[in-house]
């Protein structure tokens, strides 16, 4: 659930939505957003991890603009810990989402999408007919990555809920890690991350199968 709402649906989507909009955007708020997503890309894990614990904490900033803005408010990383976590992720890792898809974006041709235009293709039909299969092979590397890095993130989950509560935002390099080195057993953890190591190859083997499918 993590690494979907994460990955495959948070970071890829938001990335060309950001990469398209600034496509038409002006330089300054280019310059704006591109520094502001970037910014949430380079801070260390564990830092980023602080912040979004801070954000979404009882206490934290989102609760504080909830109640400002007169509405209920709740104790976010024990209510909806797999949500809270799946959207720090997103908001740390969208900046490398959005650096391909926007230099993928500025390879297209503008004969193409002027024409797609001049056809009567309204924008949402040029994105699907024109743009997305032009930038196919850069959404299945970007897929593929982000699905790696997703896969393998430890500290910013560890700092913000430990897989809590009752397991509910455990993924798998932290149940590997919690056999391994809390609970001392060293080979069960060995066989998880064996199992993750597995997972992770699946998803490359079909994101380079479809890579490999023309068009």
Known sequence: ??????????????????????????????????GVVITAWVLPEVVAG?????????????????EWLGLPSQNWLFTLPILAVSFANV???TA???LV??????????????????????????????????????????LMLNTLQTLSVFGLIWVMTRGGPSGRSQTLPLFMYEQAFQNSLIGYGTAVAL???LIGSLFSVLYLRLLRTEV
């Open 50 to 66: 602080f912040l979004l614990y801070a954000f979404f904490r009882r206490e934290g900033t989102l609760n504080a603009l909830l």
């Open 91 to 93: 908001w740390r890792g």
């Open 101 to 142: 898809y926007s230099a993928a974006l500025n390879e297209i041709p503008k004969e193409v999408t002027e024409a797609a235009e001049v056809d009567g293709a309204g924008g949402w039909r040029r994105m699907w007919h024109v743009t997305l299969p032009m930038i196919r092979r850069s959404i299945g590397t970007t």
């Open 1 to 34: 659930m993590f690494t979907v709402l994460s990955s495959l649906v948070g970071q890829n989507t938001l990335g060309l939505a950001l990469a398209a909009l600034m496509q038409r955007a002006s330089k300054p708020v280019r310059t704006l957003t591109g």
């Open 96 to 98: 490398f989402s959005m």
């Open 195 to 197: 199992l993750l190591l």
